[in-house]
């Protein structure tokens, strides 16, 4: 299989098509090999217009969503960020001259994805995701899917910190843009729909009203 054409058309016909502009995305979608935050036999996949498997459930963001939560994140070169459970975000982040963090509950995925990471000139911790690593990022980014923005990581953010991820509670997410405030508020838009799968243990807690 030609990886390299691989990589060229999910770029031509996944990310550019879905109103990705930003050039600098384009190139690190181009430099960064996907196939290598997966488990070998499953790099086939790495460039389908799907969620490609790493290990024990988890799985890789589709390429377009994660160009998109990468545009509305706005990341410039010199800038702090943390990926939890976003390896693929993570590298990505990395060749667009941030300084970067990556974050994952399970050691085996975290085992996986090391090589490519090291590559890219990303550390990486392994940790509960509830607790995030550090403070004060400017930018945070989620792969996996959650219920609602984990009030942690919104709290990690600096003042005009910017948080991208997919909440879900059906068979269809939404992903939002939070921003953090100078005072401390924090806002937040929708940006697009999106399926990615649950990320464990970040479902949402169902509630019961008399």
């Known amino acids: 299989m030609d990886l390299i054409s691989a990589r060229k058309a999910m770029v031509d016909s996944q990310v550019r098509t879905s109103d990705v502009t930003d050039i600098a995305i384009h190139k690190a979608m181009l430099e960064t090999r996907r196939e290598e935050f997966c488990e070998p036999d499953r790099a086939f996949s790495a460039y389908a217009d799907a969620t490609v498997p790493i290990k024990n459930g988890r799985s890789l963001m589709q390429a377009r969503e994660v160009a998109k939560l990468l545009q509305a994140l706005r ?3 010199g800038e702090r960020a943390l990926a939890l459970a976003a390896p693929y975000a993570a590298a990505l982040l990395a060749r667009m001259g941030l300084e970067v963090q990556a974050q994952e509950a399970d050691g085996a995925v975290a ?3 090391e090589p490519a990471l090291v590559e890219a000139g990303v550390t990486q911790v392994v940790g509960d995701l509830s607790e995030p690593v550090g403070s004060d990022w400017d930018v945070v980014i989620c792969e ?3 219920g609602d923005a984990p009030a942690a990581w919104l709290k990690a953010l600096k003042p005009g910190g910017r948080l991208a991820l997919v909440e879900r509670d059906g068979p269809v997410g939404h992903a ?3 921003v953090r405030a100078a005072s401390g508020v924090v806002s937040s838009r929708d940006l697009f729909d999106a399926t990615p799968p649950m990320l464990a243990g970040f479902e949402k807690r169902p509630t019961f009203a008399l």
């Open 75 to 77: 990341p410039r070169p």
């Open 144 to 146: 996996g899917a959650v």
């Open 176 to 178: 939002r843009l939070f």
């Open 111 to 113: 085992a996986v994805v």
